[in-house]
């Protein structure tokens, strides 16, 4: 699913500023390193670091820093921290041996005004066998950071590397020292059975307890539990999610790639959890109490790709955060979903269900359109169903900071009205193909971006025998 009116959004809606983040105003350089650029809005804040290949070194949402190490923390000299490009020369199961990449970049940022889309770009000055270049927006009016990547073949031999991004996560719960034990790591598996659970342990205990799968829905989950403990899978779908179960917030990380599309490689996931336990490594048993720092490294291997001299690889990475229920079913284009939108119908009615996190706020609608996408009906006029946590206010549109509830029943006439340009239920059953739940613009109550879709044909409602 792609955003509506995305092009428009770019030269119309994006907004950054070089500045603090409201959230750490009384030390706003304790997050941030001196060579580092810093965008925020207000959902996010997020710094990289230009002498480090770019690196994505923070990103906050909330009072939450998801990338380790935080803002308290020095950084290790033995950790690669925040999310760091690497390119292996082979894939990195097989070996260590990486291509050097540019530490020096031109930052160019394109301030906001009537005319321009205002963006940072980040240019590399010196290469040896690649170039770097990245394109980092932050939507004003979106809870996602978006950040396109090219590599660029600068040699005069062909070359053949696995773009492979790492993330460490902050398993920490605030800055107590004490892990956060309500995480969840989700991600989608390439195959799973009764017989195959769709990863191998690689590391610790083989039952470690926090690695786990849902054969049901080829997926993958880490219940994070501060055991150490190393597993390697498939994923092919290009998403990963991590949740806090107690509040439904989610950190979701997404890849599209715009033009040269790489080569799919098994096992390009290894998920690591930093913790206590026992294993086993260069032969040596080893022991780690509790008291050691609270991480996940997330090892993502993108493909396999081959440039030859002057061609390029770009991929695109949306970094989202904002409130769904779970598990963690899917994400795309910043939103995240614990259940896909589903129609059925009655004699009367259509009943629509879904669970979503949308990181854009504003009311939603209903579109029902026939085979060829034409729009035979709307209702714009949906209050949501909306688990608040026990807040005292119930918005009626999305709200990033809550999950989006989709519940409900869309009565429709059955006899003909004066207007018989506007289907009536009977006639509206038949011929709708396709409902579209939409992102209204607050004001002018029009559609800017498509949130989800359904596609009949459509099943039955009977309220005793439905289940999500």
Known sequence: MRVLFKTMSLICCIFLHISQFSAWSQDPQSM???????????????????SSEARLETFAAGNHHVLWPHKKLDHPLDRIPGISLILYADHPRSGSRTFSLPTSFAVETIRPNSATPSFV??????????????????????????VTTTVTNTSDAEQTFYPTEITMYNTEFGVSNMPNLQLLFYSPIASVSEDDKGFDVTLG???????????????????YLNRVGEIVF?????????????????WGREYDFLDKQPEPVKNNVILYTNGAGEFIRDGQLHYQNTDVDKYMRLTHVLGRVTLQPGESFTYRAGMTTSVSLGPILDI??????????????DSIS????????????????????????ELLRTNYNVTLVLDT???????????TTHPTVIAHQLGFPVVDEADSDTPVFPDLLERCKKVRLVLLDKQSKQPVRIIDEAVGPWRQYVEAEYRW
């Open 205 to 223: 205990l083989v039952n470690n307890l926090q690695f786990q799968s849902l054969t049901d829905r080829r997926l993958m989950v880490c219940k």
């Open 234 to 250: 498939t994923n092919h779908e290009r998403w990963i999610a991590l949740q806090d179960e107690k509040n439904g917030r989610v």
């Open 389 to 399: 946590f026990a807040r005292p206010r119930r918005p009626s549109g999305a709200v």
């Open 121 to 146: 770009a980040v240019n590399s000055t010196s290469s040896a066998s690649f170039a770097i270049s990245r394109q980092i927006s932050l939507l004003s009016d979106e809870a996602v950071l978006w």
């Open 332 to 345: 795309r284009d910043g939103i995240v979903f614990g259940k896909h939108l589903e129609m059925l119908y």
């Open 350 to 373: 259509f009943y629509v269900f879904g669970a979503m996190g949308i990181p854009q706020e504003g009311p939603v609608g209903f579109q029902f359109l026939n085979e060829q996408d």
């Open 32 to 50: 941030d390193s001196p060579s580092s650029i810093s965008l925020s809005n207000d959902w996010i804040h997020a710094a990289f670091n230009v």
